[in-house]
T-cell receptor
């Protein structure tokens, strides 16, 4: 079983839609949960990170972590064409290496 | 500008011809890491380094070597490349492995093709 599972998509939505991206994981030691955005031909960039369970909001983006279900989500409100990218979830335990999901490809259609 | 740089960005080579991909960061970060990214497999860690002269294997270290002689540089060495090492490679760095959480900064990637 993979440490982190992520639906690869692709996901295609109209501009203005709410987007929901999800990952599940198996290692209960993970405490740090991250979402990276990767544009074509670029390296991943950190979008949001959350420690332990709960929600975190940053503008149009909301990250949720449910440790009891081992499930994390990223919501994008009022999606824009500039949000078109691959979104990678990542997680780590304190002082340990990072584990990444396979990434979900998102296209926002104007 | 704070950044992680990699060279070359694109490389086509043949089986068995030794190559080195350089990685350099200007943020005085202690922790550096190499990943490969393949379709359907995501980012997988090859090697990482917690500080100068300290390196350790990640999930997929076979066929790769690294060294960390200076804090800013972390080259990836393929002594005898094979076609299954054709991939997109990323170098990343973060401030310190001692902290509970560190943001990782990624380089722009090196696309390697081994014929």
């Amino acid at each position: 079983q993979k440490e982190v599972e992520q639906d690869p998509g692709p996901l295609s939505v109209p501009e203005g839609a709410i987007v929901s991206l999800n990952c599940t994981y198996s290692n209960s030691a993970f405490q740090y949960f991250m979402w990276y955005r990767q544009y074509s031909r670029k390296g991943p960039e950190l979008l949001m990170y959350t420690y332990s369970s709960g929600n975190k909001e940053d503008g149009r983006f909301t990250a949720q972590v449910d440790k009891s279900s081992k499930y994390i989500s990223l919501f994008i409100r009022d999606s824009q064409p500039s949000d078109s990218a691959t979104y990678l979830c990542a997680m780590s335990a304190p002082g340990n290496q990072f584990y990444f999901g396979t990434g979900t490809s998102l296209t926002v259609i104007p | 500008e704070a950044q992680v740089t990699q060279n070359p960005r694109y490389l086509i080579t043949v089986t068995g011809k030794k190559l080195t991909v350089t990685c350099s960061q200007n943020m005085n970060h202690e922790y550096m890491s190499w990943y490969r990214q393949d379709p359907g497999l995501g980012l997988r860690q090859i090697y990482y380094s917690m500080n100068v002269e300290v390196t350790d294997k990640g999930d997929v270290p076979e066929g790769y070597k690294v060294s960390r002689k200076e804090k800013r540089n972390f080259p990836l060495i393929l002594e005898s490349p094979s076609p299954n090492q054709t991939s997109l490679y990323f170098c990343a760095s973060s401030l310190s492995f001692r902290a509970s959480y560190n943001e990782q900064f990624f380089g722009p990637g090196t696309r390697l093709t081994v014929l």
